[in-house]
């Protein structure tokens, strides 16, 4: 996760309850933004993360 925080023009959203749930990236490409890598095991801190990078 150091090595995408560390990235030109990107984006880490962190999902904290108790503990770290998950995280999600957005990052600049070439033309536009590319929405990952999404991790969590829970459908809703998922779309909560997904909501956070958009």
Partial sequence: MKKRMAMPNARVCVFEEDGIQGYG???????????????TGSHSIAQALWDCCL
């Fill in 25 to 39: 990236v957005i990052r600049q490409c070439q033309e536009d933004y590319k929405v990952g890598p999404l991790f």
